[in-house]
């Protein structure tokens, strides 16, 4: 097998893995933060091959996973972590992972889905996303509590309904998921919705981030945020 992740050291306690070898599409970030008290784990990508064992976490520190939404980007490992967290409002089908929810079924047929195989024989046609019922669900005003931070949970609708974020208030530290990110925003899917994601991004104008981590592209800082947003809002029918 491959080394299938690739890691980025962002700072002294956040590490960014992603799938190399998958196709840039659902090429999605996955990220590491150490707290005092508990790691958060934030998305698990495709699931394609074991993620578990790539996330370095102290003994007997709790390892907290949320899932920003249900897409099969997010949510392909999440069943091999015992604390997995995830959006209220989708928990029932983290329970059966239903393919009409996820998109599973666009991998299959995915032209170049993966540029190198994880496994001889391996074909993305087989590719299934096990089940993962929630263990905590989250909502608007929720809070993930790390000992040392606190993340207020954002439920910032458009990509998909279900769209959560985290955002710490007082440190400005913000994982959008795919709410928003410094790449071509996706607003076509079956369960998008244009209208939702344009409220989102109108709130985002307002969100006082130092820095955004987002579920794909880089980083981005406040300002390149309210560019994001802005374009988008331009884009669809004016601000």
């Not at 699931?47 to 102290?58: D, H, K, R, S, Y």
């Not at 074909?123 to 263990?135: F, G, V």
Request: hydrophobic share 40%; net charge negative; charged share 25%.
């Amino acid at each position: 097998m491959p080394d299938w992740f690739s890691r980025s050291i962002v700072d002294d306690k956040t590490t960014m893995l992603t799938e190399p070898f998958v196709h840039a599409y659902v090429r999605a970030n996955i990220w590491h933060l150490r707290g005092r008290d508990a790691d958060l784990l934030v998305d698990t990508g495709m699931g394609i091959c074991p993620l578990a064992p790539e996330i370095e976490t102290q003994q007997g520190k709790p390892l907290l996973v949320v899932a920003t939404h249900i897409h099969l980007d997010h949510v392909g490992s999440l069943h091999e972590f015992p604390l997995r967290a995830g959006p209220r409002m989708s928990a029932a089908q983290f329970e059966s992972m239903d393919e009409a929810a996820t998109y599973a079924y666009m991998f299959h047929d995915l032209e170049g889905a993966v540029s190198r195989l994880p496994a001889p024989g391996w074909k993305a046609a087989d590719y299934r996303i096990p089940s993962a019922p929630l263990t905590r669900t989250l909502g608007e005003g929720d809070v993930v509590d790390l000992g040392d931070r606190k993340f207020r949970v954002l439920h910032l609708p458009g990509h998909s309904p279900d769209s959560i974020a985290l955002f710490d208030e007082a440190d400005g530290l913000f994982f959008s998921g795919d709410a928003i990110y410094d790449d071509t925003l996706i607003d076509s899917l079956p369960d998008s919705d244009r209208t939702a994601y344009r409220h989102t991004m109108q709130r985002l104008l307002d969100l006082p981030i130092r820095i955004g981590h987002g579920g794909h592209g880089p980083s981005f800082d406040g300002k390149r945020m309210r560019e994001i947003a802005t374009v988008y809002l331009q884009r669809t029918g004016g601000i």
